[in-house]
C-alpha cells in the first residue's frame, strides 16, 4: 500500500486492491510522503475513499489536534461500550467537537436543554463524554463545560443505532431543502451538496427541526443572543429569513434561542463559501 496524498501525521490517501482509501493511525504518516509504503500495523481504520469524501475534506480543513482527540474519544467509547460505533462516528463527531472547540475559544458557550435527561438515559454515554472533556482539557488546555458532554454522548449514542420513520424522513428531507435554498438565496452562492459544508449544514437543520418538532429548543441566555445578532448580523438576518420561510410554507415555528444557533452555523459556512 503505497501514500498517494497525507493529510495529516495520522490520515493518509493509499492504494489498496486498485480502490483509494483513507487510512488512519497513530503516526501512519510521520516522516512520510507520496509514494512511499505505509506499515500496516499502524493502520487502525480503513475507509474507501469514494464514499467518504467529506472525511478528506474535514480532515484538510480542521486542527489536526482536533481529529487526533477524536479518534481518542472513539477509541475509548467503543472499548467502554464494548461495540463498534458506525463507521460515520469518525465524521460527525470530529466536525461536531473542532467546531465545539472553536466556540468555546470565541467565547461562545451553547446551553444543553436536555442536560439532565441524557444523564439518566445515557449514563455510559455521558460518562464518555465526561472522560471527552477531561481529555481535551488535558491536551488542549481548553476547559468545555458540561453541556457538551451530553453533546458528544448523543452523537455516541446514534451512532450505536439505526433505522427512523420513512414518512418522516422524507417530509424532513423536503423541509430541509427549502431550508438551505433559503439560505442559500439569502446569501447569493451555491453550496454543493458533495461538499462537506452541505452535509455539516443539513446535519444541524435537521437537528433544529427536530427539537421544533419536539417543542424543544437550546437554551442560550439574552445576553449571548444579543451579542450573535451584533456580532454576525448578517447571518441573524438569514436565520431570520429561514424562519419566515418554514413558518409561511410548513407551518413550523423556530424560538429565537434556535435562531442564535442556526447563526453560528451559517457564519461558518460563510467563513468557508464567500
Sequence with gaps: MRIKKVLNNNAVIILDEDQEKIAIGAGVAF??????????????????????????QLLLRIPEEHFILSEEIIAHAEKQLGIKLNEHISLA?????????ERESQGIHLKNKLLQEIKILYKEEFDIGLWA????????????????????????????????D????????????????TIQNYLEITIKQEDLAYE????????????????????MDAEMLSMIKKKFEHSYRCAMEVRKELASLHGIDLPEEELGYISLHIERLRKYEM
Design 31 to 56: 516522516n512520510k510522503g507520496k509514494n512511499d509504503i505505509v506499515n500496516p500495523k499502524k493502520i487502525e481504520k480503513l475507509f474507501v475513499l469514494k464514499e467518504n469524501e467529506k472525511l478528506q
Design 93 to 101: 463527531l470530529t466536525d461536531h467537537l473542532s467546531f465545539a472547540i
Design 133 to 164: 472533556l477531561r481529555l481535551i482539557n488535558d491536551k488542549l488546555g481548553i476547559e468545555m463545560p458540561i453541556d457538551e458532554a451530553a453533546f458528544i454522548a448523543l452523537h455516541i449514542h446514534t451512532m450505536k443505532i439505526q433505522g427512523g
Design 166 to 181: 420513512l414518512h418522516e424522513t422524507v417530509r424532513q428531507t423536503a423541509i430541509l431543502r427549502d431550508m438551505v435554498e
Design 200 to 219: 455539516r449544514l443539513i446535519t444541524h437543520l435537521r437537528f433544529a427541526l427536530t427539537r421544533a418538532h419536539h417543542y424543544e429548543a437550546h437554551t
